[in-house]
């Protein structure tokens, strides 16, 4: 592969002004379209040695033949022009947006002559104030129900809004007092606007004006005894109070703010969208993104609030992001020229926000998580991964029977290793082993040492069972337990792949043990997590899957559960240390050992604490707590 891209733009071609650029193909298509303060210097970049570059950023550059830019006057331009070209081509590396579900919305048809409430997924109603998203129908019905209580305006269809108007009659829905409209004759067209002005207003915020006022009419009119009207306010602020209670308040009752929480990972990203009207969650949004090139956080929080404000929706006076973009000040004046009015874009670091900021993240982390667990729950989809992972490591047959490894240390100390099973693409926990290792030079060494003492029981026999109750030494067990088992999981035959976490060095150690124990005959392969590159043995060059391929989500899914078994694994070996030494303290029972660890938390907290602090620990006394803080100290 050539270093050099041939259609690099000579020196000092490419201006230094604000631009907009696009990589195209060879027939033209574009593939990849981005903005720039300085298009020189951003351009450069793709433009650097190609063994330098991110390996997918490098596939992009290497699959495009020609680049070209457009300068623009200002960065605000450039945002605008990003966006359009974005949205006129879809290029297809740049990021992907894919919605969790199509949300249902309550709208407000301000264009008609009448307006309607409505339930609808189309975001394209002329003139249409759009409230939500809500993540069930039901949700937004029962919303709307509450709601015309308080404010009753239409909710009939346009053909019977119509039919009662040219009749005289009201509609249906007005003759059972479901539709307040001008259709149901108790009302006018004017008095009417009125109402869904109220509606419309309450909804985006204005809960406090609403509720002072019903109450001074409710209190007004029981002073003039009316209290037929004194009934109907009071229902008003009951309807008014029930829809306040489906959410409660997060920020002041003045703030109008969206949040954005992002959890993210090299291929993929997914965002939570919080709607926050009258400090309270109006709705709640989720999307997926597809990363295919290299993308920081920044950059995807800038790609985020193009998408989620490019389409004329709700902006609101703050928008809350977990990290400020690079051309964070020219977003804000994309989005007030959007709104009319000034934009905020700000980092929540501190108090409620903040607090919502870590609400918000952890559901994007949760959806990232489910995100990347669903294909290898589908049949169809684990079918697939395991037929790409055939054809792309140039295996024999499908890897039914995948073993994946991995090794965690601290600091060099305390080495362990994970084994997990995955057969047909799905987790045979019954059959994860843990590995404790004694003695080892680095990573390599253990993972040799690891898969030496793994493939060894490929070559004994299956022990005969002796009945109910068979006793066996597991060498997969650790440190070579002696196990009593009813049933013991059958480790005799091989895997079809052996993944290890790592990239060529640990690759290259398990294709040594491979070597040494006599089975070649087994697939192997690593993925290195920084990259998600997958390493063959003897490559110079790693293997890049596609980042929508069901075989590198398997992939990763398998690395993913070796680290945090491996992980498990090493914290239980912790606390069965300090427990050993803890029980050479007289007077230290299991009972108060085990409250100790839960008072701490970790042993690590447990160790650098004073006697003073042991001693608060119940049925710890002083004498005991200077011996424990002594003993933990020599130890």
């Known amino acids: 592969m050539a270093d050099v891209l041939p259609y690099k733009p000579k020196q ?28 020189r210097q951003r351009l450069s970049n793709y433009f650097a040695p190609l063994r330098t570059l991110h390996e997918r950023t490098r596939r992009m550059v290497t699959t495009a033949a020609s680049v070209e830019w457009t300068v623009v006057p200002t960065d605000v331009d450039s945002l605008q022009l990003e966006y359009m070209w974005i949205k006129e081509f879809d290029p297809p590396f740049n990021v992907r947006y894919k919605d969790d579900k199509s949300y249902p919305f309550m709208a407000i048809t301000l264009g008609d002559e009448a307006p309607r409430v409505m339930v609808t997924r189309n975001r394209k109603i002329p003139g249409a104030r759009y409230f939500g998203p809500y993540p069930k129908v039901w949700a937004v019905h029962e919303t709307i129900d509450l709601m015309i209580k308080a404010f009753p305006i239409r909710t009939c269809s346009d053909a019977s809004y119509k039919r009662a108007m040219a009749t005289g009659r009201p509609c249906f829905p007005g003759q059972i007092g479901k539709c307040g409209g001008p259709c149901s004759m108790t009302v006018t067209i004017e008095e009417h606007r009125a109402i869904v002005d109220d509606f419309v207003a309450f909804m985006a915020g204005g809960d406090e004006r609403f509720t002072k006022e019903l109450t001074r009419r409710m209190r007004a009119a029981s002073t003039a005894m009316d209290y037929e009207a004194a009934a109907k306010y009071r229902d008003q602020l009951a309807s008014i109070d029930a829809v306040l209670g489906k959410s409660a308040l997060v920020l002041p009752a003045d703030e109008d703010a969206d949040l954005f929480g992002i959890a993210e990972d090299e291929l993929a990203a997914t965002v939570q969208h919080f709607t926050i009207r009258g400090g309270r969650v109006r ?90 667990t669903r294909r290898t729950s589908d049949y169809v989809a684990r079918t697939q991964a395991l037929t790409d992972l055939q054809e792309a490591l140039d295996l024999e047959t499908a890897p039914l029977r995948i073993e994946c490894f991995d090794i965690s240390h601290l600091g060099g100390t305390n080495v362990v290793a994970s084994m997990v099973v995955f057969e047909d693409g799905l987790p045979r926990k019954d059959q994860y082993r843990s590995f404790n290792i004694a003695e080892t030079t680095d990573d390599t060494d253990s993972m040799y040492q690891v898969l030496m003492r793994r493939l060894a029981y490929l070559d004994r026999p299956e022990p005969e069972d002796q009945g109910d ?19 013991r999981p059958r480790f005799s035959y091989p895997p079809q792949l052996l993944l290890v976490d790592g990239g060529k060095p640990q ?3 398990a294709a040594r043990a491979l070597r040494d124990s006599g089975h070649t005959e087994i697939g192997l392969c690593g993925i290195a997590k920084r990259l998600e590159e997958v390493w063959l043995p003897g490559d110079d060059f790693p293997v890049i899957l596609p980042r929508t391929s069901e075989a590198l989500y398997l992939l990763q899914r398998l690395r993913d559960e070796a680290h945090r078994f491996a992980i498990t694994h090493q914290r239980k070996r912790r606390r069965r240390d300090i427990s050993t030494v803890l029980e050479e303290v007289p007077g230290l029972g299991a009972a108060r050992i085990k409250t100790l660890l839960k008072h701490f938390g970790s042993v690590a907290a447990l160790k650098g604490a004073t006697p003073d602090a042991i001693q608060e620990v119940p049925g710890i006394g002083p004498t005991l707590a200077q011996s424990i803080h002594t003993r933990l100290r020599s130890g």
């Open 12 to 39: 000092g071609e490419i201006p230094t002004e604000p631009g907009v650029y696009r990589f195209r193909d060879a027939q033209g298509r574009v593939l990849y379209v981005g903005k720039a303060k300085n298009l």
């Open 507 to 509: 690759v290259e150690a």
């Open 469 to 487: 109750a068979a006793v066996v030494t597991d060498p997969l067990a650790t440190d070579a337990e002696v196990v009593t088992t009813r049933k």
């Open 283 to 372: 709705g709640v949004r989720a999307t997926t993104i597809e990363k295919e090139i290299d993308i920081s956080g920044a950059e995807l929080v800038d790609q985020v609030l193009q998408r989620a404000y490019g389409e004329g929706v709700d902006i609101p006076r703050r928008v809350l992001v977990p990290s400020l973009p690079d051309d964070a000040a020219e977003l804000e004046l994309w989005l007030q020229e959007r709104r009319g009015r000034r934009v905020e874009i700000a980092v929540a670091q501190r108090g409620q926000r903040a607090e919502l900021m870590r609400t918000a993240t952890l559901n994007a982390q949760q959806a990232l998580i489910r995100h990347k």
